[in-house]
């Protein structure tokens, strides 16, 4: 079972996954080592995400809690959104 959870929060894009994770995760450099015997077969990859997050001016972060794994991405939201949004409230 995997929780994913996706809204606006203070002028952000919030997105939370959370998934059970069997075992002991190794981290490097804030983010996972792949757990897969073939290293070339893992999906997309966090550095990826990261990088992507980031250049939108964003972040993410990563860490095993509880036996489960916790992805958090945070993304600041347009102007223009931002401002629509505000609107919609009043």
């Given amino acids: 079972e995997i929780d994913i959870m996706i809204y606006g929060k203070s ?4 997105i939370e ?8 995760v ?3 450099n804030g983010d996972p080592l792949t757990t897969k015997h ?3 077969f893992h999906g997309f990859g966090v550095k ?10 964003g972040y993410l972060t990563a860490e095993v809690k509880d ?3 916790y992805l958090k ?3 600041p939201l347009p102007e223009e959104v931002r401002t629509a949004e505000g609107e919609k409230e009043r």
């Fill in 11 to 14: 002028g952000l894009l919030m």
């Fill in 17 to 24: 996954i959370v998934n059970p994770v069997p075992g002991e």
């Fill in 26 to 28: 190794r981290f490097e």
């Fill in 38 to 40: 073939e290293k070339g």
């Fill in 48 to 57: 990826s995400m990261r990088h992507t997050v980031e250049k939108y001016g």
């Fill in 67 to 69: 036996g489960c794994f």
């Fill in 73 to 75: 991405i945070m993304i």
